[in-house]
């Protein structure tokens, strides 16, 4: 009886846990094409980030641009600069998440 009790309160735990882990969880994908970077954001349901906040950042942790998602979750922007950027997502309520792109990558798509 107790190890049944001991399981439960594990399986409660995790079940819970899982949720709420889930919950502040916010996809951002990006891409470069033709000297632009368009990027993607979403929640895991599916549903677009409209009105996050994007910041990217260059290699040396600098704030280049800050935009924000349309009712698609889209924002694109001209290249501000050749090197390794980090593209933050903001959707509020501790929904973050980050995207790296590659300096050859911006590079290439120039």
Excluded: Q
């Excluded at 980030?49 to 694109?76: I, M, N, P, Q, W």
């Amino acid at each position: 009886m107790k190890i049944l009790r001991i399981a439960t309160a594990v399986l409660l735990v995790t079940v819970f846990s899982a949720g709420t882990v889930l919950a502040h969880k916010v996809n951002l994908f990006a891409y470069v094409e033709a000297g632009k970077i368009h990027t993607e954001s979403y929640f895991p349901d599916g549903r677009p980030v409209e009105g996050g906040t994007v910041r990217v950042y260059d290699s040396g942790d600098a704030l280049l641009l800050e935009g924000t998602t349309d009712k698609a979750g889209l924002f694109s922007f001209a290249i501000p600069k050749v090197d390794d950027l980090n593209i933050v997502i903001d959707a509020t309520m501790g929904h973050k998440n980050s995207f790296k792109l590659k300096k050859a990558e911006v590079e290439a798509g120039k």
